[in-house]
Structures are given as C-alpha cells and as structure tokens.
C-alpha cells in the first residue's frame, strides 16, 4: 500500500480503533493477508472497508462479493441449526436450490 499514488491518504483511513487491530494482525503475520483471513473476522463495515482498501491498492484481488455474501450467510444460518439433520437439510438445500439458482442468474454480473 505503501507504492500507492495517494499512500498518505490511505494509511490515514485506516488508522485507529478496530481498523489499526486488525491491520496490525495483518502485518505481522500473526494472520495472513488473505480474504479468508478477512472473512474470519466479524462481518461489518470496518472490515468491508479494509478488505475495499485492499482491493483498491492491488494489494488483495478483486473477488465477486455478491457471491461470497450471500454464501458466508447461507453457512452461518445452515451452521447455526440446532440439529445435524437440520443442518444437512439446509446445506443441500442452499447448495443445490438457492446458490445454484443465484449463479445461473448472475453469470458474473451485479444482481440485485
């Protein structure tokens, strides 16, 4: 991020709070520098925008957020169930019904 044309601006936005936690876990390696990684931290705007900085200075690849939301919901209602069965039942229903039908319709385009 450092390279970027408006560096300055950048680490300004970033630091403080959550925001500085977070980057500085990153760093040091104490957690990767993956989306993975990002995606393992709680859901919210603080890590959204981290993950969009990241993006922007070509530090992460750009990766189809439409998909990857709708699926990281999906496993946390199917994981959340009480029972395995339930589980079961919701895994292959969000699997085979819901995310299938929701790739078909995007084919890589912005859906609503």
């Given at each position: 991020m450092a390279?970027?044309?408006?560096?300055?601006?950048?680490?300004?936005?970033l630091s403080g709070g959550i925001v500085s936690?977070?980057?500085?876990?990153?760093?040091?390696?104490?957690?990767?520098?993956?989306?993975?990684?990002?995606d393992q931290l709680p859901a919210g705007k603080v890590v959204e925008h981290i993950r969009g900085v990241l993006v922007a200075t070509g530090t992460l690849p750009q990766r189809f957020e439409?998909?990857?939301?709708?699926?990281?919901h999906l496993n946390d209602l199917v994981t959340?169930?009480?029972?395995?069965?339930?589980?079961?039942?919701?895994?292959?229903y969000a699997t085979w019904h819901l995310l299938r039908r929701l790739r078909r319709c995007s084919r890589g385009n912005d859906i609503t």
């Open positions: 390279g970027t044309e408006r560096a300055g601006t950048a680490m300004r936005r936690t977070v980057l500085s876990d990153l760093g040091s390696g104490r957690r990767p520098l993956t989306d993975e990684a990002l439409q998909m990857v939301r709708p699926e990281r959340s169930h009480a029972t395995a069965e339930g589980r079961k039942i919701l895994h292959r």
